[in-house]
């Protein structure tokens, strides 16, 4: 008989209720065609379909749970038949929820992600893998290699994400990416174009981490003409790369070609020396050049930046996108994290105290009251320069309540 196996992933509603962020994602998508956000996460998260792809159906009964209230969540887990097991993807926002969960059901538990297995030592119930290649271990007959499996998320609208390769050579000192740039097979990447057909969808994210880099890159183009005669509604893709890569001759133009309708740049910090410190692979000239290439042929730029560096002046920063906002529809905006299991320890911050390893956290113990308030301002600049008419100032709207 299969083995019940449940993929449990907490909505924003629960994490965060009152999240300034999305509040701004919904009005400035909104004005960017293609672009999703689901009511319960920025978008499909990409380890349960990576998981599900590796469990034989033969063998696995597979659901998934988006988990908005946590005693509801732990009646599930009481309410399950004995034997189901239960998958967590643990980051620092999660971890109260999960440890809260771990000591009030006795089923199977199996987590992954920037969690200490340490934290749950006492828990016998609890197992924690280091890595897919650890599955089976858990999971006997679990494959090794498959496609993602999205069945779990039909017909949800979305952005799904699609790589033809892992990893980085660029070694940006604050950065958890691997430095090896793997490939995706040649003969999978197809075979993971067909894998995104439950989904509805019009622009897919391209996860490579510096687009351009891989020397398979020119595969978009096939990887857009399947998903078109699949799906009329596709209406291109979204890629992430350093400036400089952008910059380098006919790569946008050939870019364009091939579908790309927006491109992320990461540029943390609009600053010069504090570039160099971060150790990134362009300066602002890049930058400059970049955005002023992408405007010329009509596409949309989505800076990705890093808030919350100690001692960072972020003046600058939103200087440069107020200037070019008519170009920018949008900012993602994260704050410096140290997360367990990847501290490069090459900006000798600390890892495991307060909220250290939380992305969307300012309660980090590196910054003085000055550099938190300083960082919320460039926040709020940079959000009204690029989604006028947004505000701010508004109250939220409700406190997550956490498991003491």
Request: with cysteine; glycine share 8%.
């Amino acid at each position: 008989m299969p083995v019940n196996v449940t993929f449990v992933q907490f909505s924003d509603q629960l994490l965060t209720p009152h999240d300034l962020m999305r509040r701004y994602y919904r009005e400035a998508y909104a004005t960017m065609p293609g672009y999703v956000l689901p009511p319960h996460f920025m978008e499909i998260p990409y380890w349960i379909p990576v998981i599900a792809g590796l469990l034989p159906d033969e063998a696995y009964r597979k659901s998934v749970y988006i988990a908005t209230d946590q005693e509801e969540l732990v009646a599930l887990g009481r309410d399950s038949p004995p034997g189901t097991a239960f998958l967590f993807s643990v980051m620092d926002t999660s971890l109260a929820y999960v440890r809260d969960f771990a000591d009030r059901v006795d089923r199977p538990i199996v987590l992954g992600g920037y969690t200490d297995p340490l934290d749950f030592a006492h828990h016998p119930h609890v197992s924690y893998l280091a890595g897919l290649p650890h599955l089976p271990s858990v999971f006997p007959g679990a494959r090794t290699s498959a496609t993602q499996d999205y069945r779990l998320f039909t017909g949800m609208r979305c952005i799904p994400r699609f790589s033809l390769s892992s990893g980085c050579s660029f070694r940006c000192a604050f950065c958890t990416v691997p430095t090896t740039v793997t490939l995706t097979p040649e003969d999978r990447v197809l075979r993971d174009a067909d894998a995104l057909d439950p989904l509805s969808f019009e622009l897919v994210f391209v996860d490579d981490k510096s687009f351009g880099e891989a020397r398979n890159w020119r595969s978009l183009g096939d990887v857009g003409k399947r998903l078109a005669a699949d799906h009329p509604d596709f209406a291109g893709f979204i890629v992430q790369t350093p400036p400089s890569l952008a910059c380098r001759d006919g790569y946008l133009e050939e870019w364009r070609e091939m579908g790309v309708r927006y491109i992320e740049f990461g540029l943390e910090i609009c600053d010069d020396r504090w570039l160099k410190h971060l150790r990134k692979p362009f300066r602002m000239r890049h930058a400059d050049r970049a955005l002023e290439l992408a405007a010329g042929l009509g596409i949309p730029v989505v800076p990705n930046l890093i808030l919350g560096i100690p001692g960072a002046d972020y003046t600058g920063t939103v200087e440069w996108i107020t200037r070019n906002a008519a170009h920018i529809p949008a900012v993602n905006v994260s704050w410096l994290a140290v997360q367990h299991g990847n501290e490069r320890g090459d900006l000798g911050l600390p890892a495991r105290d307060r909220g250290n390893g939380d992305q969307q956290s300012d309660d980090k113990t590196w910054l003085s009251e000055r550099d938190r308030e300083h960082s919320w301002q460039a926040v709020h600049a940079v959000y009204e320069a690029t989604v006028p008419g947004f505000r701010t100032d508004s109250p939220p709207t409700g406190t997550p309540v956490v498991p003491a």
